[in-house]
């Protein structure tokens, strides 16, 4: 028994131009830098706070 010769549909070469638009997008995507997730980095400074004028390095002064 031979086989059939396969001829694609139209409705294919637009569901596999849609699979090769995905695929560059996610290729996109993953050639971006890894986010920063450490919640606990700082990335600016706090604005001082009129309470804490004296304040240096977050320590309160000893009250005699």
Not at 14 to 34: D, F, G, N
Not at 35 to 63: A, M
Request: hydrophobic share 25%.
């Amino acid at each position: 028994m031979a086989k059939q010769p396969y001829y694609p549909l139209q409705s294919d070469e637009k569901h596999v131009e849609q699979v090769r638009k995905a695929i560059r997008e996610s290729l996109e995507v993953l050639t971006l830098p890894r986010p920063d997730t450490f919640l606990g980095r700082k990335t600016h400074e706090p604005f001082p706070s009129e309470d804490d004028d004296d304040v240096q390095d977050g320590q309160r002064p000893k009250q005699a």
